[in-house]
């Protein structure tokens, strides 16, 4: 009974030990006295780090990409460079990607209305042609893509194309003007352009004035030379005032421009100086009776005038004329008076109230008015 006792004890002991992983494992031989420490090492091992996109980063305006080609011979097409020298007669036509494109191109051909030019919009590009080209084609040619919502359209600056040709001719190194004398305002809050532009790229120009006769230097800080718009005076002031031209040298050639009358303007740029008269403010019936609506303003900005008075409704006949002069208000000051007249012949009693005169400029508006009444 004992026996069978021990036994029990010793199998429930072992079954324990299988239990709790104590049991030693078979097959395997002991091991010996630091047999798992790890080995020293000199090697240095650079952790690598995993490379993160950073996605706020990255600039979010989209980059210009230029839209424009040039055709050239054979049918081949080109990007053209920022500038370009073609000869006068040939044929220019230029391509913009896009299936609205709005183009800009030297306003000499705008003002006399061109035959030479021909626009066009295709289903994928816009097409500028210009034939028989002459010297005075020279200047900018650019295009853009339009974004559209409906009637309305707006310049997509991510798409755009522009280069500036001259078109070289025999005699012309100067770009030709439509006259022989032409006036430059000088006006001291911005900046004045004598537009000596040449047709070769390459030419030499120099500015001079007529009396005292001598070169005007272009010393970078006070007057500039930009190849396409001309001397640039960057701060005009009344000492620039004269009579100036310009000289062009290249492929041992010179000529000389047209001259360019130089006039300091004193009225500042904005919206028009406005003043209003009426000859009387009481008047009596079967008078005539004039109103003079007068504007102080830039030399070479017009003036527009637009009039209510009380017999419009009626449709009071009255005269109406405007003119304009150039003034010069001492030390070379020049300004431009615009004046508007609204004459009334017979004065009845329809005609007494306010009269409001508005003179517009490209800066804005005034609005002046006064009052005739019967007397």
Not at 32 to 47: A, F, L
Not at 114 to 132: A, I, M
Request: glycine share 8%; with cysteine.
């Amino acid at each position: 009974m004992k026996i069978w006792l021990l036994l029990g004890l010793l199998l429930m002991h072992e079954a324990l030990e299988d239990v709790t992983g104590q049991h030693p494992a078979k097959n395997k031989r002991p091991k010996e006295p630091g047999e798992n420490r790890i080995k020293p090492t000199n090697k240095k091992v650079k952790p690598k780090i995993p490379k993160i996109k950073d996605r706020d980063s990255a600039d979010p305006t989209p980059k210009t990409q230029s839209i424009m080609t040039q055709m050239m011979d054979k049918g081949r097409f080109q990007k053209p460079a920022a500038t370009l020298s073609l000869t006068a007669g040939q044929t220019l036509e230029l391509r913009c990607k896009g299936n609205k494109i709005g183009w800009s191109y030297p306003a000499y051909l705008d003002t006399f209305k061109d035959t030479r030019l021909s626009v066009k919009q295709h289903e994928r590009y816009g097409q500028l042609t210009l034939v028989n080209s002459t010297a005075a084609d020279t200047g900018e040619f650019s295009c853009w893509g339009q974004l559209c919502a409906g009637y309305v359209c707006r310049r997509d600056e991510a798409k755009t194309g522009s280069t500036y040709i001259f078109f070289t001719e025999k005699g012309e190194l100067f770009v030709p003007s439509p006259s022989h004398f032409d006036v430059v305002y000088l006006n001291p809050d911005r900046q004045a352009v004598v537009p000596c532009r040449v047709t070769v790229l390459s030419a030499k120009v120099t500015l001079h004035r007529e009396f005292p006769a001598k070169e005007i230097p272009a010393n970078g800080t006070d007057i500039v030379y930009d190849l396409k718009r001309g001397f640039v005076y960057l701060q005009p002031h009344s000492g620039h005032q004269g009579v100036v031209y310009c000289k062009a040298e290249a492929g041992g050639k010179s000529q000389i421009s047209v001259k360019y009358q130089l006039l300091y303007a004193q009225v500042p740029s904005g919206p028009p100086s406005t003043t209003i008269l009426a000859s009387a403010n009481k008047v009596q019936g079967g008078d005539d009776v004039s109103v003079l609506c007068t504007v102080l303003g830039e030399p070479d900005v017009e003036v527009e005038f637009k009039w209510t008075y009380p017999g419009q409704k009626d449709e009071r006949p009255v005269t109406i004329q405007d003119s304009w002069r150039l003034i010069h208000r001492g030390l070379g000051h020049t300004t431009r008076i615009s004046q508007s007249v609204l004459s009334i012949e017979d004065f009845e009693t329809i005609d007494a109230g306010y009269y409001i005169c508005t003179a517009q400029n490209l800066q804005g508006q005034t609005t002046v008015a006064t009052t005739v009444e019967s007397s």
